[in-house]
């Protein structure tokens, strides 16, 4: 994001190392695919992009986005944005239910009643205002990427008396959103009731926006809402998760990055009867 800060000594070195690999593996993994390529049988996002390159190439005179170079940032940016996020979302569902046992088991007591031995689907979600709120409420708390992703005014803007010229770099601190005290009792902790009524009914807050907003906000956001409530809701039925034993202070500070992580930790999973 700082890029003339680069030069600096600090963990960015490692994200850069990290990012080579990331690059190096897309690249061997998309030059399969050129190989393979079949343009009456597309199978996938990466062979689209390819067909879409081929009938390109057949007008070298236009200034086309289908470079490969620009296919290796794609399909890292699909691969991060759609993998890590998610599956840092259950990492803190899980840290949180540890250090909220009461909180896991009424989520639990929930499953139970509505979803019972049968496999979780999204639809058992609007008979389980709780959970609901849970899961909610993780995004909320957890606050994934709290500095979304830069953008960029393609005109001049007039903003609630700010004026912002053509060309300005914006940071939507998503952060000052999900945390706004205006808008939740007490943001800065993990409390399911932020997104409830008084009887216990789902409460949707308009600023509940983990995915941002316009018309760049987050593509993935159906995707991922039902890969949370299945993934959450199938491991909480099968399992209870504690600490290991003798751990008693379960930090929820985040690790450094671009998203916010959990810091490393070893949980339990014991199997329900
Ligand atoms: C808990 C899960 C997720 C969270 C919290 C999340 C959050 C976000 C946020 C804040 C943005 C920036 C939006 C903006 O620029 O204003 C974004 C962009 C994006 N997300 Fe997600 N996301 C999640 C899951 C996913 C999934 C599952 C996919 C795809 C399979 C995905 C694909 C993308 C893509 C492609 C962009 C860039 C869109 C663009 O620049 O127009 N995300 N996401």
């Known amino acids: 994001m700082f890029p003339a800060l680069g030069f600096l000594p600090g963990c960015h070195k490692t994200i850069e190392k990290n990012l080579?690999?990331?690059?190096?593996?897309?690249?061997?993994?998309?030059?399969?695919?050129?190989?393979?390529?079949?343009?009456?049988?597309?199978?996938?996002?990466?062979?689209?992009?390819?067909?879409?390159?081929?009938?390109?190439?057949?007008?070298?005179?236009?200034?086309?986005?289908?470079?490969?170079?620009?296919?290796?940032?794609?399909?890292?940016?699909?691969?991060?944005?759609?993998?890590?996020?998610?599956?840092?979302?259950?990492?803190?569902?899980?840290?949180?239910?540890?250090?909220?046992?009461?909180?896991?088991?009424?989520?639990?007591?929930?499953?139970?009643?509505?979803i019972g031995s049968a496999h979780p689907t999204y639809s058992h979600r609007t008979q389980m205002p709780f959970t609901n709120a849970v899961i909610h409420e993780i995004l909320r708390f957890a606050d994934i990427v709290p500095l979304s992703v830069p953008h960029e005014t393609t005109r001049d803007v007039h903003f609630k008396g700010y004026f912002i010229p053509k060309g300005t770099y914006i940071i939507p601190l998503l952060s000052s959103v999900l945390k706004d005290k205006t808008q939740f009792d007490a943001p800065e902790e993990f409390n399911p009731n932020h997104f409830l009524d008084s009887e216990g009914n789902f409460l949707k807050k308009e600023a509940f926006m983990p995915f941002s907003a316009g018309r760049r906000a987050c593509p993935g956001e159906i995707l991922a809402r039902m890969e949370l409530f299945i993934f959450f809701t199938s491991l909480l039925q099968k399992f209870s998760f504690h600490s290991p034993p003798g751990v008693t202070n379960i930090n929820l500070s985040s690790d450094v990055g671009f998203t916010s992580v959990p810091l490393e930790g070893m949980i339990c999973a014991i199997p329900r009867a």
């Open 20 to 114: 080579k690999e990331l690059y190096a593996f897309v690249r061997r993994t998309f030059v399969e695919h050129q190989k393979h390529l079949d343009i009456h049988d597309q199978r996938s996002f990466i062979d689209v992009f390819l067909a879409r390159q081929k009938e390109e190439a057949k007008h070298p005179e236009t200034n086309s986005y289908f470079h490969n170079e620009n296919l290796v940032r794609l399909v890292r940016n699909v691969f991060s944005a759609g993998m890590e996020t998610t599956s840092t979302a259950l990492r803190w569902a899980l840290l949180l239910m540890i250090k909220y046992p009461d909180i896991q088991e009424k989520v639990h007591d929930e499953i139970s009643r509505v």
